[in-house]
């Protein structure tokens, strides 16, 4: 039972709970247990909103606390619980075992105090190992650690999830939950306690469990003579993407010094990699900042753990506030001598994690014994075993949970593989969501690398047509944080027709399909997942459906290919859908266009191919490149799996997000990658804020900075990092100085404020030669709302798996004049492979891409026979070709080339077209193209001549290379004429 809103004046229970962090929820989940009437009371929109939603998810093992004090008690035997309760209640949990690490003769004589501390609380599988064995089991360690404490019985959970499920678990036995209610006074009364909250609601009980985190303190000490007090004590964070996860197995601590314990490294449940915390006294108990100092110290102390430490996989940063004991050093627990029935699960720093299930397990008994509870008989149909993620499930499993509900097929966020139907789950749960993070916390949609850039439009459409809750009603962190300034009067609707009409096209191209034995036929009542999971051949597969994808779709067909062309959207064309500015085609169709109109031009080409078959909302979810190239898919029209011997990835890219960009401050709502206020605006109706600053100047920055303008937004400036633009000069015209845009180069945000909705951001002049913010320069700029243009990285998560060769430079693959990459008959372009400035580049190398996979495909097949092509052939084929292989590099003046390698073939053909960006600005230049021969000699190739060269405009040139037959390898050089 949920409470979402106000409850009346004098409501009873025979326990009321104070907060729904993970004590509080853990206490709900025991009291189920009884034939008791309660209630939780939560000051925040959703559970753990406090210490357990924002630390490390340590479940720790027991050594560190004093011998003989709560903290040891309870976290022995917390420890000891989590594993059960995982297993009953399906949270994430595992024993990964952690390391704390010695880097000095002072360490180590902390790690062998924290080793007889350890076993005077009774923890089992401690050790004490050397530097080289702890670098054994964990390479990437320091070479400077000299020894470690081995903690066999360490672990990591996910927090939230577990206080979820004890909290749901609650819920569906009765255990009311009542949001939005700050507890403000409590006090005695007859037979127990009144308890009023901030807006006048009166709640009486006959025991209270004091569960308010930092505020615990204040409720103690409205009912007891015995004060205490409780120190918020803060902690950043840092968040690493799933590639850096595999980095250590462990939890690395670092040993204790008079200095402090230092930061540890660790994976989480997730695979992401956390680095962290600080820990720094405040007075605050609401101010969660991360703070610019704070943030450098976590990476400087971790460097120790992990020398190889980089922020470039850095998705997120965030702060947490613990409730340390003013007074002591211990957890505050159990019933005030002068205040019997009101029991404190106070002080409860580190390891109050751990110890919740305990401590619950206690104060619950005591409640029962006291009130005289008779245990509740449990009912089976109550049970609710918790749903394996579909990120998570099997090929099978997932080709059975789309035949019994096509939603699953329907993958929303694609970074963490979450689907409409989890998501529509987590909407009509036990217990209600009250803001987009509540959902993002619950699924994990909008927590991977694009940080909900993709996702987050299209999950505010989901939100509008289930629960009739409009962007601009609905709250992104904490209430009074909407989503967006505005929205259509209509927008749940609206939402529901856009979700049902690409269903609707969905299920008409399936159903196209159905008379040639295709995965419709799939939805037979009873089939076997080996049934649902249909197989599909083809000459050609392309991933993706933007202009690089469907030129690549349309080009394979003419070279006489069958193909299959799997988009993730219902409709295809990508981003060019919402870009409905002109400027588009000039190059591809010798005419001006909108986005929109350039993809309609596509998407009938390629419906004229009869040979190309569509699959909307189809997205890959695994990947094979063998001498057939295998696609595992989810669609609403069922579980797919498609193979054919060549394979074009134009799977596009996604934007920088805010977490990459280590802004320190609150994490409020009103900041927006530009494409997902775009979205927004242009497809949904939306207006996302009033008063905006743009940071980047990216073409979609300048773009936007002039919609918002025509929308009666005031934007204050485009702040760019560097010294000059990395838009297009006409957009800088067109979209700044047309509008009256100040740009400011040199600059950068720094720190964000506001608690619910960004009210200012603080702006800094960059050290030219550094690029770091210069103390003392910081100005607030007050706004509500900042668009991020910070940059379009290529989206090559399924290509890095299946093990292609990628550039650091442009996070695209490495290919040759094909487009092929270093797996033969893999072929990459548009913006997976570098990023464009013109859509009309990236159909080019579309093209270029689709007919030679198409020729690959061909010419494979007439080896083989079939479609198989012979592994051997291909294999001698790939070695051929790596030994002729030449590489093109960029010389002075030329930040990267692409290709990046000539095949022995590009000196024998027509003209190879090369695309450069330059390394700075130039004026009155040239590119010089040269041949360096194996004897040394440098033969000159080509020179183009410019008038104006810079970074932010890709630059092409075309040239026959029968010239350089022979070479060791191609240059180009930007230079001065």
């Given at each position: 039972m949920v409470s979402e809103g106000q409850g009346a004046d004098g409501l009873s229970y025979d326990v009321a709970v104070i907060g729904a962090g993970i004590a509080g929820c853990a206490v709900a989940r025991q009291l189920a247990r009884y034939q008791l009437r309660a209630c939780v009371l939560e000051a925040g929109n959703d559970i753990a909103c406090g210490a357990t939603r924002a630390n490390s998810g340590i479940v720790h093992a027991g050594y560190d606390p004093l011998p003989g004090t709560l903290k040891a008690r309870y976290n022995r035997e917390g420890s000891a619980l989590f594993p059960h309760w995982a297993d009953e209640l399906g949270f994430p949990y595992q024993r990964n075992g952690s390391m704390v690490l010695a880097f000095s003769e002072e360490n180590h004589h902390v790690l062998e105090r924290l080793l007889e501390q350890g076993r005077q609380n009774g923890i089992e599988g401690l050790s004490l190992i050397s530097g080289e064995e702890a670098r054994a089991l964990e390479p990437s360690l320091s070479p400077q650690c000299t020894g470690a404490l081995l903690v066999e019985t360490g672990a990591i959970c996910d927090p939230y999830q577990a206080a979820l499920r004890c909290a749901e678990w609650a819920a569906e036995r009765g255990v009311e939950f009542r949001?939005?209610?700050?507890?403000?006074?409590?006090?005695?009364?007859?037979?127990?306690?009144?308890?009023?909250?901030?807006?006048?609601?009166?709640?009486?009980?006959?025991?209270?469990?004091?569960?308010?985190?930092?505020?615990?303190?204040?409720?103690?000490?409205?009912?007891?003579?015995?004060?205490?007090?409780?120190?918020?004590?803060?902690?950043?964070?840092?968040?690493?993407?799933?590639?850096?996860?595999?980095?250590?197995?462990?939890?690395?601590?670092?040993?204790?010094?008079?200095?402090?314990?230092?930061?540890?490294?660790?994976?989480?449940?997730?695979?992401?990699?956390?680095?962290?915390?600080?820990?720094?006294?405040?007075?605050?108990?609401?101010?969660?900042?991360?703070?610019?100092?704070?943030?450098?110290?976590?990476?400087?102390?971790?460097?120790?753990?992990?020398?190889?430490?980089?922020?470039?996989?850095?998705?997120?940063?965030?702060?947490?506030l613990r409730a340390?004991?003013?007074?002591?050093?211990?957890?505050?627990?159990?019933?005030?001598?002068?205040?019997?029935?009101?029991?404190?699960?106070?002080?409860?720093?580190?390891?109050?994690?751990?110890?919740?299930?305990?401590?619950?397990?206690?104060?619950?008994?005591?409640?029962?014994?006291?009130?005289?509870?008779?245990?509740?008989?449990?009912?089976?149909?109550?049970?609710?075993?918790?749903?394996?993620?579909?990120?998570?499930?099997?090929?099978?499993?997932?080709?059975?949970?789309?035949?019994?509900?096509?939603?699953?097929?329907?993958?929303?966020?694609?970074?963490?593989?979450?689907?409409?139907?989890?998501?529509?789950?987590?909407?009509?749960?036990?217990?209600?969501?009250?803001?987009?993070?509540?959902?993002?916390?619950?699924?994990?949609?909008?927590?991977?690398?694009?940080?909900?850039?993709?996702?987050?439009?299209?999950?505010?459409?989901?939100?509008?047509?289930?629960?009739?809750?409009?962007?601009?009603?609905?709250?992104?962190?904490?209430?009074?944080?909407?989503?967006?300034?505005?929205?259509?009067?209509?927008?749940?609707?609206?939402?529901?027709?856009?979700?049902?009409?690409?269903?609707?096209?969905?299920?008409?191209?399936?159903?196209?399909?159905?008379?040639?034995?295709?995965?419709?036929?799939?939805?037979?009542?009873?089939?076997?997942?080996?049934?649902?999971?249909?197989?599909?051949?083809?000459?050609?597969?392309?991933?993706?459906?933007?202009?690089?994808?469907?030129?690549?779709?349309r080009s394979a067909s003419d070279a006489g290919a069958t193909v299959a062309l799997l988009d993730r959207d219902a409709e295809q064309g990508g981003i060019l859908k919402q870009c409905v500015h002109s400027g588009f085609g000039l190059h591809h169709f010798k005419e001006e266009l909108t986005g929109p109109e350039y993809a309609a031009r596509e998407i009938a080409a390629v419906g004229q191919r009869g040979s190309v078959e569509v699959f909307p909302e189809a997205t890959a979810l695994a990947l094979e490149c063998g001498p057939l190239k295998t696609v595992q898919a989810a669609t609403p029209a069922g579980a797919l799996r498609f193979s054919a011997p060549a394979l074009v990835l134009a799977t596009g890219s996604r934007e920088r997000g805010q977490g990459a960009l280590n802004m320190a401050g609150s994490r409020p709502a009103g900041v927006y990658s530009a494409g997902t206020a775009q979205n927004f605006m242009n497809l949904q109706g939306c207006l996302p804020g009033k008063r905006v600053v743009v940071l980047g100047s990216g073409d979609i920055g300048l773009i936007m900075a002039r919609r918002m303008a025509l929308q009666g937004a005031e934007v204050l400036g485009v702040y760019e990092l560097m010294d000059t633009p990395s838009g297009l000069r006409r957009n800088i015209v067109q979209c700044l100085d047309d509008f009256g845009i100040p740009l400011h180069l040199g600059r950068t945000v720094t720190r964000l404020e506001g608690e619910g909705r960004l009210s200012a951001v603080y702006v800094s002049e960059v050290n030219p030669a550094t690029r770091t913010p210069i103390p003392g320069t910081e100005q607030r700029v007050e706004c509500d709302t900042l668009l991020l243009s910070v940059g379009l990285i290529p989206e090559n998560k399924l290509v890095k798996a299946a093990g292609v060769q990628l550039s650091p430079i442009t996070g695209g693959a490495l290919v040759n004049e094909r487009m092929e990459t270093s797996l033969p008959g893999v072929f990459v372009c548009g913006n997976a492979l570098h990023i464009h400035d013109l859509v009309d580049f990236a159909s080019a190398e579309g093209e270029v891409a689709g007919a030679a996979a198409a020729r690959w495909a061909k010419g494979e097949r007439g080896r083989a026979g079939n479609c198989a092509p012979a592994a051997g052939a291909v294999a001698a084929d790939a070695a051929g070709e790596a030994a002729a292989a030449v590489d093109v590099s960029p010389g002075e003046g030329v930040r990267y080339v692409v290709p990046q390698r000539l095949s022995a073939a590009a000196f024998e053909g027509g003209p190879v077209k090369f695309s450069l960006r330059v390394g700075r600005p130039f004026r009155n230049g040239r590119i010089r193209v040269e041949a360096l021969l194996p004897t040394g000699e440098v033969r000159l190739l080509k020179k183009k001549p410019f008038m104006v060269a810079v970074p932010a405009e890709m630059m092409q040139l075309e040239l026959p290379l029968d010239e350089a037959a022979g070479c060791a390898e191609v240059r180009l050089i930007a230079e001065e004429a």
């Open positions: 949001f939005n209610h700050p507890v403000a006074r409590v006090g005695k009364e007859e037979g127990g306690y009144r308890l009023e909250t901030s807006d006048g609601a009166v709640v009486r009980a006959r025991c209270v469990v004091n569960a308010a985190g930092v505020f615990s303190d204040e409720m103690h000490n409205q009912v007891s003579a015995e004060k205490i007090a409780i120190t918020p004590r803060r902690g950043d964070y840092e968040l690493l993407s799933t590639d850096f996860g595999p980095t250590f197995q462990r939890t690395m601590f670092q040993a204790p010094t008079a200095a402090g314990k230092g930061v540890l490294v660790t994976p989480t449940v997730h695979g992401n990699l956390i680095l962290g915390p600080t820990a720094v006294a405040q007075s605050s108990k609401t101010d969660i900042s991360t703070a610019p100092e704070g943030l450098q110290e976590v990476a400087k102390k971790a460097a120790l753990t992990w020398p190889a430490l980089t922020l470039r996989g850095l998705i997120a940063n965030f702060a947490g340390s004991n003013a007074n002591g050093y211990d957890f505050v627990i159990g019933q005030p001598a002068d205040a019997p029935g009101f029991f404190d699960i106070a002080c409860l720093d580190s390891p109050g994690l751990t110890s919740a299930p305990a401590i619950a397990v206690n104060i619950v008994n005591q409640i029962a014994q006291l009130l005289e509870a008779e245990e509740r008989l449990e009912e089976p149909a109550l049970e609710t075993p918790r749903p394996v993620p579909f990120s998570q499930m099997t090929s099978e499993q997932r080709a059975q949970a789309v035949a019994e509900d096509p939603a699953y097929g329907h993958v929303v966020c694609r970074c963490c593989s979450v689907t409409e139907a989890e998501i529509t789950a987590a909407l009509h749960g036990p217990i209600p969501v009250l803001s987009l993070d509540a959902l993002k916390w619950r699924t994990r949609a909008m927590m991977g690398g694009c940080h909900g850039g993709f996702c987050t439009p299209e999950i505010a459409e989901i939100v509008g047509r289930e629960l009739a809750i409009a962007p601009d009603q609905l709250d992104k962190r904490l209430a009074g944080s909407p989503l967006t300034a505005s929205a259509p009067a209509a927008y749940g609707t609206l939402a529901a027709r856009a979700l049902e009409e690409g269903n609707r096209r969905a299920r008409a191209l399936a159903a196209q399909d159905s008379g040639r034995g295709s995965e419709a036929a799939a939805f037979a009542e009873g089939a076997s997942p080996e049934d649902v999971l249909v197989s599909r051949m083809f000459d050609v597969i392309v991933l993706g459906g933007g202009a690089a994808g469907l030129a690549a779709a």
